[in-house]
């Protein structure tokens, strides 16, 4: 079964507003990540968020975490047309293996301009 | 810097012919390294990682096959393809030490098996 579950499944917004996804998982996580891919590209890192903290930012992108609830939202301000693209979510479990990504099955945004 | 490449970029096999994908890495050494595949509209399901030369770990029994005959490449196989390895297929590396959760992806091949 998937580890992490993003929604929405698509989300279509003007270009500058914010857009706000979700990701939910299941088990205990060493640190979650989000990626993003253009369409049929690979994949591209964006940020890093570890177990304890709670929240991080990285340009226009702001990534919060919550253990407790077992799910993480990723914010992008100040959307433009090109990003849009599909997010995903990714964990890497706590005591597994440091190597292994799972990943969701992605949130494709359109930012209209 | 460290770069990713994957040939070929787009590939159309008839069911029941070989497969050879490569993956190389440059600008890095003793790299993890890892395949992919998507299906369309689908999230990215792990094939093999390897974190040595001649070291493969398979995460799911298929008709597809890895190996590392160099440090920096990584080659996915098949003997005989079927209507259903089709799919987008994608390799990643990742750092043995320090950040090493973080992996770095290549521009995909993208397999259509009739």
């Known amino acids: 079964s998937q580890q992490g579950e993003e929604d929405p499944q698509a989300l279509s917004i003007q270009e500058g507003e914010n857009a706000t996804m979700n990701c939910s998982y299941k088990?205990?996580?060493?640190?979650l990540q989000w990626y993003r891919q253009n369409s049929g590209r690979g994949l591209v890192h964006l940020i890093l968020?570890?177990?304890?903290?709670r929240e991080k930012h990285s340009g226009r992108l702001r990534v919060t975490l919550d253990t407790s609830k077992k799910s993480s939202s990723l914010l992008i301000t100040a959307s433009r047309a090109a990003d849009t693209a599909s997010y995903f979510c990714a964990t890497v479990n706590s005591g597994g293996s440091n190597y292994k990504l799972t990943f969701g099955k992605g949130t494709l945004l359109t930012v209209n301009p | 810097s460290q770069t990713i490449h994957q040939w070929p970029a787009t590939l159309v096999q008839p069911v029941g012919s070989p497969l050879s994908l490569e993956c190389t890495v440059e600008g890095t050494s003793n790299p993890n390294l890892y395949w992919y595949r998507q299906a369309a509209g689908r999230g990215l399901q792990l094939l093999f990682y390897?974190?040595?030369?001649?070291?493969i770990s398979s995460e799911v029994p298929q008709n597809l096959s890895a190996s590392r005959p160099q440090d920096r490449q990584f080659i996915l196989s098949s003997k005989k393809l079927l209507l259903s390895d089709s799919g987008f297929y994608l390799c990643?590396?990742?750092?043995?030490?320090?950040?090493?959760?973080?992996?770095?992806f290549g521009p995909g091949t993208r397999l259509t098996v009739l």
């Open positions: 990643a590396w990742s750092v043995i030490a320090g950040r090493r959760d973080t992996q770095y």
């Open positions: 088990t205990s996580i060493n640190n």
């Open positions: 968020i570890r177990s304890n903290e």
């Open positions: 390897s974190v040595g030369i001649g070291q």
